[in-house]
């Protein structure tokens, strides 16, 4: 069997890279009615990035999407499977058109509450001109969850669409038979408006919210708090993340541990805290979706030494945060492990991948002619001789070659 596991650079309107996850897993399957290759999308990205999507599975001649996964509800994870799944599966006007989705697993939709996040920010003029970012992000995270969730339901019956967390896992739907899915996290699933609104409401307005509030934010001690349990409230998305580990099975339904892969979409700290004593060994993969897009947040230590990685790909491109953090980058090139980067940061003065000293070694950047190199990071497994290559160089942070 043959298992290729694709990192689309996701871009925005201009082409240019941008942060965000969008990744094609493929693989041989023989199912009931037909040989073909079975496929898992794993997040898509900001909106731009359906088109990418698209392509690549027109590429590859695949048709049906047998399982989608949306880690965590946040924007450059899911706005792109949303749209996606409206302009290229969803039926309009009683015609099919050009995909098929079969399963879909993501973030438990929001629970009926007297009021939501989202009308909870309406009430704040001008958010984002008073800086409250955050709050913004955080709200329309949750809107672009519930989309997604309604264009979900739209297409497929309730018995094909599950919140995956170690705690029904033990009822995980079986979907393939030569690919074992493991779910690490989250602990349990929560609806996407209290993962963003409890904090929010006990930081600025207690218990009880009402219709016709008002909130000054020009407070600046209220204004301080509100920044606060916004921030707080997008570390627990992102430890909400759901943390898939795959491994290809062999002809008699035994692992192939040589050929595993962990995804982990924005896990922070706290989620590694619980995986980590929970799962032990069996966190060890081959491959390491690098969590929260090289954070420091996400990647530690303790995390490269239970996972015990060769490889490490880090969905980054340009964003206001500075990801990848460059101690994230010395810490995985200090253990000789190959580094890919779907993009790189080109915000100067806050990214490591402006400075002359990596540019000079990025594969993603032609120091020739000044611009991004286009190309898409593709591994690729034969199970029958276990061994993984891939197509795109790895990044060499320190003047070194990495064999």
Request: charged letters at 30%.
């Amino acid at each position: 069997m043959k298992v290729n596991v694709a990192f689309l650079t996701t871009r925005d309107n201009r082409g240019d890279p941008q942060i965000g996850d969008c990744i094609v897993i493929t693989f041989d399957e023989r199912f009931a009615e037909v040989q073909r290759k079975a496929c898992i999308v794993i997040d898509g990205g900001y909106t731009s990035s359906k088109v990418a999507l698209k392509n690549y599975l027109a590429l590859e001649q695949i048709k049906i999407i047998d399982l989608m996964v949306a880690t965590h509800i946040d924007n450059d994870h899911i706005s792109g499977l949303k749209a996606f799944l409206i302009d290229y599966v969803k039926e309009k006007n009683g015609r099919k058109n050009k995909f098929e989705l079969r399963n879909y697993w993501g973030p438990a939709p929001k629970a009926f509450e007297p009021i939501s996040i989202t009308e909870f920010a309406s009430y704040i003029p001008d958010a984002n001109d008073l800086g409250i970012e955050e709050l913004s992000f955080i709200s329309q995270s949750v809107d672009e969850n519930e989309k997604l969730y309604d264009t979900v339901k739209e297409i497929l019956a309730e018995n094909h669409i599950f919140y995956p967390s170690v705690r029904v896992r033990d009822y995980i739907p079986e979907i393939f038979e030569s690919m074992a899915i493991d779910i690490l996290a989250p602990d349990k699933q929560i609806p996407d408006d209290k993962i963003k609104g409890q904090r929010l409401k006990e930081a600025s307005l207690g218990d009880d919210l009402v219709f016709d509030l008002e909130i000054d934010l020009t407070d600046a001690v209220l204004k301080e708090k509100v920044n606060a349990a916004a921030l707080e409230n997008n570390r627990t998305a992102n430890n909400q993340s759901i943390v898939i580990k795959l491994t290809p099975l062999d002809d008699n339904g035994q692992r192939i541990a040589s050929c595993t892969f962990l995804f982990t979409g924005d896990a922070e700290k706290e989620s590694w805290e619980f995986m980590i004593p929970r799962w032990g060994s069996e966190l060890e993969s081959e491959l390491l979706k690098v969590s929260h897009h090289g954070s420091r947040t996400g990647t530690n230590e303790a995390v490269l030494q239970i996972v015990k990685p060769k490889y490490c790909i880090i969905c980054a491109g340009k964003n206001r945060h500075g990801l990848p953090d460059e101690d994230v980058l010395k810490m995985i090139d200090e253990k000789n492990l190959k580094i890919f980067c779907t993009g790189r940061n080109p915000k100067v003065g806050e990214s490591p991948c402006t400075g002359n000293r990596i540019l000079r070694k990025c594969p993603r950047w032609d120091n020739v002619n000044k611009k991004h190199i286009k190309e898409t990071i593709i591994f690729e497994v034969d199970t029958n001789a276990p061994a993984m290559t891939y197509s795109g160089n790895p990044c060499g942070f320190k003047r070194r070659n990495v064999p």
